[in-house]
């Protein structure tokens, strides 16, 4: 079995030689990681920041999405509501029938997610750009293959 934050702190060591070949200078005090073990909460996302998160369960990444530095719902909450958003970590796993063995609820669903996910926070500066912020998602979606993003085909 994998070690998320492993993952997560290669993937970020990594991602630094990507940006410099774009021209981007970066270091690993660019970035500030936020591990949050199952049980975890959601908070907001801090002023001035943008983000990557991602959800881990039993051995797999999940989701992995980002909120720039004016979605705070999208990092906050509503990957744990069923019906707050078009792409939801919620909605997707309360339609993966594989999944049905964790007993999921949409009415618990939000509560299930945070008491049973581990959630990790990459937050970046506002000042690197959204650009910068979506090659990093396109770059962890394409490493760790999270199993709710379906523009990365799983080998």
């Known amino acids: 079995m994998s070690d998320w934050r492993t993952e997560i702190d290669d993937s970020i060591k990594d991602f630094i030689s990507v940006a410099e070949l774009a021209h981007v200078k970066l270091s690993l005090d660019d970035f500030e990681i936020d591990y949050q073990e ?3 909460s959601s908070s907001s996302l801090p002023d ?8 881990w369960l039993d051995g797999k990444w999940l ?6 530095p004016n979605s705070n719902a999208r990092y906050t909450s509503q990957h744990y509501s069923p019906n707050s958003s078009r792409s939801s970590l919620a909605k997707s796993l309360l339609n993966d029938q594989d999944m049905c063995n964790w007993r999921m609820q949409p009415e618990n669903i939000g509560d299930w997610i945070k008491n049973n996910t581990s ?5 970046v500066d506002r000042k690197h750009g959204t650009m910068l912020l979506a090659l990093l998602e396109a770059f962890l979606h394409l490493r760790l293959r999270p199993r709710y993003e379906r523009k990365v085909p799983l080998t």
Do not use: S, T
Request: hydrophobic residues 50%; charged residues 15%; proline residues 5%.
């Open 63 to 68: 989701k992995i999405g980002m909120a720039g």
């Open 119 to 123: 959630r990790v926070n990459i937050l």
């Open 48 to 55: 001035g920041k943008m983000a990557i998160y991602g959800f």
């Open 38 to 40: 199952a049980p975890h």
